[in-house]
């Protein structure tokens, strides 16, 4: 079946994840991406542990768990930026491109004469996005960005982590991931304007901007009211019971969302009087008298195992989950049967095939596709440069 974005060339000079993350999505929505990667070694990723793909041989490849997770679907072209016959090549490519995606720090490009405004000369219609620890302008502009950085200094690792701990990134590069999703929806916003108009458009992404964009509730609540807010742990700062709870064999969630099923949470515990206590009879009052709340409620659920409270909760139309690990997650019937695990061919390597998530999005008329397992460094440079050869340079 035909991609929803069939037809498309896609430009990729980024690197690490949150670019990486956008083109694998336009590449599993069927865009044509080539990877442009460093001779010395390629994508960053590549090196990062702690594992590796073996070869049929058993030796360690260069793809690495870390770089296969977001690098499926792209061809693989080596080019040395620092030479002229390299900045020719780049320019050759983006002559022939829809789309460029971007992740050196703001002027980084220039130097090679390979920037937005150089590579969108005589191109009206090429779209450029740019990505960037803080994005092209403002003091910090000049500044590189890890996710790590975005974290801290965009404020999520305030609001994350036990009140009286240390603040605490979220156990995967999150900002990274945020900011690609970013970069997709603005390509394609991008893409729809062009077929409007024929203009193609820089876009400036950062980190740090789209970090600031998930704080969602917590920023307006401070914009509003100046309180700066705090950690709650695995609480929820407005709504209560809404956390971990322990369990006699480990860990589960409860979401209590109202107060209707509070009063269904209770009946469940045996707990019948707590709705009546004006502490707890509307979820304004459980927030002001959480601690007071769980002192009743937490030893009745650590004299339950996990299943029962999920199963219990549940059949009272009350959301609750065991704690799961990443293997029990993807090891999941509902993970099975919605694909989110698949297996794609990749001839040289210990088993022929190597094991990724699937893409989320579910399209009835153009679903994603899985038609390139993760390269290695510069597999593609033959084929893609080799096509380019052939296409006329400027213009659309």
């Known amino acids: 079946m ?8 896609v ?20 865009a044509e991406v080539w990877k442009v990667e460093s001779p010395r070694g390629g994508d960053d990723t590549r090196s990062w542990g702690p594992a590796s793909v073996r070869g049929a041989d058993g030796a360690e490849t260069d793809l690495s768990t870390y770089f296969l997770a977001a690098n499926r679907n792209k061809h693989s072209v080596t080019v040395d930026l620092s030479t002229p016959e390299g900045q020719e090549t780049i320019r ?5 491109a829809d789309v460029v995606v971007e992740n050196f720090k703001p002027g980084g490009l220039a130097k090679y004469g390979l920037d937005a405004a150089a590579l969108m000369e005589g191109r009206p219609g090429l779209i450029h996005c740019s990505i960037s620890g803080f994005g092209q302008t403002g003091p910090n502009s000049g500044k590189p960005g890890y996710d790590l950085m975005a974290q801290a200094f965009g404020g999520i690792m305030s609001l994350t982590g036990e009140p009286e701990g240390q603040p ?15 970069a997709t929806v603005g390509i394609l916003a991008a893409l729809r304007h062009r077929e409007a108009t024929g203009e193609g458009q820089h876009i400036d992404l950062a980190l740090v901007d789209t970090q600031l964009s998930w704080l969602v509730n917590m920023a307006t609540t401070y ?9 709650h742990g695995n609480a929820h700062p407005a709504i209560v019971p809404y956390q971990v ?34 502490r707890f009879a509307t979820n304004p009052a459980r927030t002001v008298h959480r601690e007071a709340l769980m002192e009743r409620v937490a030893p009745a659920l650590r004299r339950l195992d996990v299943a029962a409270i999920v199963s219990g909760l549940e059949a009272r139309g009350i959301t609750a989950s ?11 019937d509902q993970a099975r049967a919605r694909d989110m695990v698949i297996e794609m061919d990749r001839p040289g390597t210990e088993r022929g095939t ?16 899985y038609d390139l397992a993760p390269p290695h460094a510069g597999e593609h440079t033959a084929e893609i440069l080799s096509r380019l050869a052939l296409s006329p340079r400027g213009g659309d």
């Open 168 to 182: 605490m990134k979220v156990g995967v590069a999150v900002a990274d991931v945020v900011c690609g999703l970013y």
């Open 223 to 231: 914009l509003e009211t100046g309180r700066e807010p705090v950690r």
């Open 354 to 369: 190597v094991r990724l998530l699937g893409n989320p999005l579910k399209l009835s008329r153009t679903p994603v596709r």
């Open 322 to 332: 065991a704690v799961q690990t990443v293997g029990q997650a993807l090891g999941s």
């Open 11 to 30: 430009l990729d000079l980024s690197r690490i994840l949150a670019g990486p993350t956008c083109t694998q999505l336009l590449g599993d929505l069927g």
């Open 92 to 96: 050759r490519m983006a002559d022939a």
């Open 2 to 9: 035909a991609g929803a974005l069939d037809g498309l060339k």
């Open 245 to 278: 709870v322990e369990a006699a064999d480990g860990h589960a969630v409860v979401a209590v969302g109202n107060d209707r099923q509070f009063v269904r949470f209770c009946d469940f515990l045996g707990l019948t009087d707590l709705p009546d206590d004006p």
